[in-house]
């Protein structure tokens, strides 16, 4: 299963502008034979100048980028965790993405109407919060009433459950996130099948308007934002939804005359789905010879024969040995002979922890 950014805001802040954007630049991902694409899903490539450098080099029959999914949430309005809008429905969708993307207005438009009537981002943020909120109080409410029960047997285990519980359902009474609970590895395995709204890392994303985009500094809303989320140490990403979806319209050469006209250097989708990358903790290797030059999404810290599977179990059920150079030193010797040569390419065993950017060959055995 591919990992998965949901993305949420109230109505007429430019989500469904975005997540259209989305889905057109994801159109060309619709290729990969693996990718089956729910109405709800967009696929998109993920941008990585190193993978036109190394095929630069290799001169290979065919180009493959990792891609990255990105998932329409619709429904969300205040009273959610009541049933209200599109309610539990809105709610199992979130439950099943592994990190949210809040869009969040940051423009004022006459021709849009804003729910509340007012464009107010900070109120915005903290309706969509209080609606996890919400949720996730109910859900560990359910499970702490169980675990009460399970204390009489004396199981240590059940102590430390609720415990942990104890401390979430105090943070969300305060209308505070279950993820700022300091919790460790084995309390975090603890509630993980509990799917807490609140414990999904989150990154704000403020929708400005076309003309604001190339200084979308002076906004107000957007420092505002940005204030707001450093308060719990998120990232945002400012982009306009209107010109996202002028951009996806473009290709090649257009795109980036676009793009200069405005004064950007990237797209605001590419900065998102890099943010996205970042907030789930993902890196990209790459295989490289004559048939391809493809790049590979895994988990940062993940070891060589994990990192083969990816490309197929057999590659890890196998495992022998991975032949290993990095991409800055492949780069720098100008080849992949000339980094042998040069003792760069090493091979590396088991216990090998791949890192972003590591052009890999598996030896394996089955």
């Known amino acids: 299963m591919p990992l998965t950014t949901g993305i949420v805001g109230l109505p007429n802040v430019g989500k469904s502008t975005l997540f259209n954007a989305i889905t057109k630049a994801g159109a060309e991902a619709a290729n990969y034979p693996f990718c089956t694409i729910d109405p709800n899903i967009g696929v998109v490539e993920v941008p990585d100048h190193r993978l036109q450098v190394l095929a630069n080099m290799f001169q290979p029959n065919r180009i493959v980028p990792t891609t990255f999914e990105f998932v329409d949430i619709a429904g969300l309005v205040a009273g959610a965790s009541r049933g209200e809008g599109l309610g539990n429905k809105f709610l199992s969708h979130i439950r099943e993405v592994d990190a949210i993307a809040h869009v969040v207005r940051c423009f004022e438009d006459e021709n849009i ?24 109080i109910e859900t560990v409410e359910k499970r702490l009433e169980r675990t009460k029960k399970n204390l009489k047997s ?80 998120a990232e945002v990403i400012v982009i306009s939804a209107k010109v996202e979806s002028e951009i996806a319209e473009l290709d090649g050469e257009d795109r980036q005359l676009f793009l200069e006209e405005l004064g950007l250097k990237e797209s605001g989708l590419d900065r998102l789905i890099q943010a996205a990358y970042r907030l789930l903790g993902l890196i990209t290797y790459f295989t490289a010879g004559v048939q391809e030059v493809r790049a590979w999404t895994i988990k940062k810290g993940t070891k060589a024969p994990q990192a083969a599977g990816v ?19 492949l780069l720098q010797a100008g080849s992949m002979n000339q980094a042998k040569e040069k003792g760069l390419l090493r091979l590396e065993g088991k216990d090998y922890v791949v890192q972003d950017g590591d052009v890999m060959h598996f030896r394996f055995n089955v």
């Open 113 to 136: 109407t804003h729910v509340s009537g007012k464009v107010d981002p900070i109120r915005d943020i903290e309706t969509i919060n209080l609606e996890l909120v919400l949720a996730d």
């Open 154 to 233: 004396g199981d240590k285990k059940y102590q430390i459950e609720y415990d942990v519980l104890e401390r979430i359902h105090k943070a969300l009474q305060e209308e505070k996130a279950a993820r700022s609970v300091e919790l460790d590895e084995d309390e975090k395995m603890i509630i993980r099948d509990l799917h807490l709204l609140t414990m999904k890392p989150v990154l704000y994303v403020a929708n400005v308007s076309e003309d604001e985009i190339a200084e979308y500094e002076n906004n107000t809303y957007v420092k505002q934002v940005k204030n707001f989320a450093a308060q719990e140490g």
């Open 311 to 329: 490309i197929h179990s057999d590659f890890e059920r196998g495992f022998i040995r991975a032949e290993v150079v990095g991409y800055e030193d």
